[in-house]
């Protein structure tokens, strides 16, 4: 299956509506080739950030289930999300050098995030060479946790991926990003 084709104003949309919700399960879809017969995932935890490449879902406490992942609606790679299962638009799960679905909310950086409320959210959208606007990255801000005694925090996700000390956006991969720091250095995430 295909991802369906949103509008700039529909994309923006789908984007705003994540405001208000908690995040109650992430699952990330990461492509497999390790061990025996290709059906490991390959490394996808790298500290601050995450390399999810297929895409990563997450689950709201309203039951929606929101994918963000990459696709050429756009003209050029970008970050694409809709409330849907990413189960929808990947084929070969499962299967060798296919993706596997894993679930990662107990991983620390998300952890800390489950069921804070999102309270705020920002879709960047940069002109590339070819003249399209295409969507980047989404920045979900966070409330405090009560419970946590813990401050506001932000996560990034991103089309594109580290290429050694380099961040390559408009490829075809997705990014997850912790790290105010580790944002910044991206260039684009400020």
């Known amino acids: 299956m295909t991802l369906p084709r949103l509008t700039q104003p529909q994309l ?3 984007v705003a509506s994540l405001r208000g919700l908690r995040i109650t399960g992430v699952e990330y879809a990461l492509m497999t080739g390790g061990g025996e017969g290709g059906c490991e995932p390959l490394t996808w935890d790298y500290g601050m950030w995450h390399e999810p490449t297929h895409g990563c879902q997450l689950t ?4 929606v289930v929101f994918t963000f992942t990459w ?4 003209g050029c790679y970008g970050l694409e999300v809709v409330d849907r299962p990413v189960e929808e638009y990947l084929a070969n799960i499962g299967e060798p050098w296919g993706s596997v679905i894993l679930p990662v909310g107990g991983q620390p950086s998300w952890q800390r995030l489950l069921g804070r409320e999102i309270v705020d959210t920002e879709l960047a959208w940069v ?3 070819s ?3 295409t969507p980047c990255w ?9 419970l946590l005694r813990s401050t506001p ?3 990034w996700i991103a089309a594109g991926r580290w290429d050694r000390d380099r961040f390559v956006f408009a490829s075809d991969d997705v990014t997850v990003i912790f790290d105010r720091a580790e944002a ?3 260039t684009i995430m400020k």
């Open 12 to 14: 923006e949309r789908v």
């Open 60 to 63: 709201m406490d309203i039951g």
């Open 71 to 74: 696709g050429n609606t756009f």
């Open 127 to 129: 002109d590339w060479v």
């Open 131 to 133: 003249g399209d606007a």
């Open 138 to 146: 989404v920045r979900l801000d966070l409330g405090p946790s009560e």
């Open 153 to 155: 925090e932000s996560v």
């Open 184 to 186: 910044t250095r991206t």
